[in-house]
């Protein structure tokens, strides 16, 4: 093949690659960032019954504490939880307290450790047998969103760990083939320019979504960097020598 043939295969062949790569790392911290998001606004309401003293919510926050996977127990009181109401909904609240009662029960609210959602149901568990509680509430559904997340997380990094380990072993048999350095260095540069076209663009197409997306972010300077390192590799190797 010509050599200007085989640089153009080569910078095809990068662009692809940075395309596809930095697709995936996009879509990986949009979805790890959406999880944060998720788990950081997860709480786990349990009602008491009735009023307690100081003490009894002392012991009470230090048995929550002490369960596996707690990352924190806050006490609310049933004046601090009609505060909140009323800066969140005043006309709720003007609807439910016309007799004149505060009719909310005091509650614990209690936030998850990260390792926690990977054994929810185990978890409750052992809440719930702290104390008599009246009722118990959380978001299933958003349980049920942090653990897709998570999974889709894992599934884009496992795809990505599996397209570098590819790319190694493509560059190990080229070495071990003797491939004319001449011809590394013929596809080097346009395999260069088509990973940073191919970054690009796929930056580009992703970059309106900051405005819809409240957990946008973009991915670590490193991750990019391996991305279009990885991009010109196969440029270069995938180019017929």
């Not at 609240?93 to 450790?113: C, I, K, Q, Y």
Request: charged share 20%; hydrophobic share 50%; aromatic share 10%.
């Amino acid at each position: 093949m010509k050599p200007a043939g085989r640089r153009s295969l080569a910078f095809l062949f990068a662009v692809m690659a940075g395309l596809a790569g930095e697709s995936l790392v996009l879509v990986r911290t949009q979805v790890a960032r959406f999880e944060t998001v998720l788990r950081d606004d997860f709480r786990v309401l349990l009602f008491l019954k009735d009023d307690v003293s100081e003490s009894q919510e002392k012991v009470l926050a230090d048995r929550l504490l002490g369960q596996p996977e707690v990352g924190d127990a806050r006490f609310v009181s049933r004046d601090a939880a009609l505060a909140a109401l009323r800066r969140d909904d005043p006309e709720l609240v003007d609807s439910v307290t016309w007799m004149g009662d505060n009719p909310l029960r005091p509650a614990f609210e209690v936030r998850p450790a990260d390792g926690a959602f990977g054994r929810f149901g185990d978890w409750l568990t052992g809440l719930r047998g702290v104390a008599e509680w009246s009722d118990l509430r959380y978001r299933p559904g958003q349980v049920r969103a942090i653990l897709q997340a998570r999974l889709y997380g894992h599934f884009l990094g496992l795809i990505l760990s599996a397209l570098l380990c590819l790319a190694c072993a493509a560059l190990a048999a080229n070495l071990w083939w003797g491939r004319a350095p001449d011809s590394w260095r013929a596809a080097g540069l346009p395999a260069a320019a088509g990973a940073s076209l191919g970054v690009l663009c796929a930056l580009a197409a992703a970059w309106p979504a900051r405005q819809y997306l409240p957990w946008w972010g973009m991915p670590a300077v490193g991750q990019q960097l391996a991305v279009w390192a990885a991009a010109v590799l196969a440029g270069a190797l995938f180019s017929p020598p």
